[in-house]
């Protein structure tokens, strides 16, 4: 899997698998981005989040993501955390959300 930063209607894939989100992801794309990732063997997407204008973005793109695999016979649950991280020096608190295809 890999990590994919949305942001400005732009996919950059990098080597891991964490969507990073921003206030400025396009729904349409993380949605899809989603989409894609639970339909894979692992079928679990993390997505890190700092801002309420992100995880705004991040929670409209788990809604529609949902229903892009509804008519695979799939649903999508979303378990949220809190972690810490360090952005130019400052330590500030981000959330962690994992998302999983059931059915």
Do not use: W, Y
Not at 12 to 24: G, N, P
Not at 66 to 85: E, K, M, T, W, Y
């Amino acid at each position: 899997m890999s990590i994919v930063h949305v942001s400005h209607g732009k996919k950059v894939v990098s080597e891991s698998k964490i969507l990073k989100v921003s206030a400025k992801s396009k729904v349409s794309f993380l949605a899809g981005a989603i989409a894609s990732t639970v339909n894979t063997k692992d079928r679990t997407v993390e997505m890190h989040v700092i801002g309420a204008g992100a995880v705004n973005q991040a929670v409209k793109a788990i809604a529609v993501a949902r229903g892009l695999v509804a008519p695979n016979g799939q649903s999508l649950i979303c378990a949220p955390s809190f972690f810490d991280i360090v952005i130019d020096g400052q330590e500030r608190t981000a959330m962690k959300l994992i998302v999983e295809s059931i059915g």
